[in-house]
């Protein structure tokens, strides 16, 4: 629930005006849902800039007040969603089945589903870390074929770390990243595993995200508190320059 419409229009045009021209990575941003639109309309003006929501709900279409349905996240022009985050699973009590009917209806909508998952700290600290974040993606993953898998991103994102400014060590991160990625081979293939995107999400700043980055297994960062300050998303994005 951050910024208005004015102030996410000056963010996003902030963003899209500080990437340089010769850009050569993936930049989502993903608005409060009644942004969609016009954040669009900045990412139109920029390849290097595509737009998602924060949530979509699982049903297409019918009597759900309230929600937001793919086939609306769609007529925006936008292309991703997020699936599962970490304060739709605690806060508003999703459960993993949720997470599973929201990845089918997103690809089936043609949306790119970036499943969240990650463990709380009595569960990092009751060493479940692993079982909790495979648990969450193979139940986000269920029923989908490899061709479909293959056009889904996770984010590990423990839960410990968003918004507390704890970042797991890029040692922390890495393991649990291994362990999905090791899992997508069973799930899908090896080659769909070794090409999949898994980004690394809690506390990622312009301080720490070349060190996190730097781990093979780590792709790219989702990034909360530190996208809302201009400086600091570009220098995360522009991390190996
Ligand atoms: P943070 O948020 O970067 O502020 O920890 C991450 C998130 O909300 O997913």
Not at 31 to 39: E, K
Not at 163 to 179: F, L, M, N, W
């Amino acid at each position: 629930m951050n910024t208005d419409l004015e102030s996410g229009r000056t963010l996003a045009q902030a963003l899209s005006d500080g990437l340089a021209s010769d850009f050569a990575h993936e930049v989502v941003l993903f608005p409060p849902s009644p942004f969609l639109l016009a954040i669009q309309e900045i990412a139109n003006g920029n390849s290097n800039i595509q737009v998602g929501s924060q949530d979509v709900y699982f049903e297409a279409s019918g009597a759900y007040t309230g929600q937001i349905s793919t086939s609306m996240v769609v007529s925006t022009g936008a292309q991703w969603n997020l699936v599962g985050h970490s304060e739709r699973r605690h806060v508003f009590g999703e459960t993993d089945e949720d997470t599973n009917k929201k990845v089918k209806v997103s690809l089936e909508a043609g949306l790119t589903p970036v499943l969240c998952v990650g463990e709380k700290l009595e569960e990092r600290e009751a060493g479940q870390t692993e079982e909790v974040c495979l648990r969450q993606l193979r139940s986000g993953l269920e029923g989908l074929s490899s061709e479909e898998i293959a056009k889904t991103v996770v984010a590990y994102e423990p839960v410990w770390a968003i918004g507390t400014g704890k970042t797991a060590t890029p040692e922390q991160a890495d393991e649990v990243h291994r362990a999905i990625r090791a899992d997508l081979v069973n799930l899908a293939s090896q080659e769909i595993a070794a090409a999949y995107p898994i980004l690394y999400g809690g506390s990622v700043n312009e301080g720490n995200v070349k060190e996190l980055l730097a781990k093979a297994d780590i792709d790219g960062a989702l990034v909360g508190g530190a996208s809302l300050v201009p400086d600091k998303f570009l220098a995360i994005c522009n991390w190996d320059r």
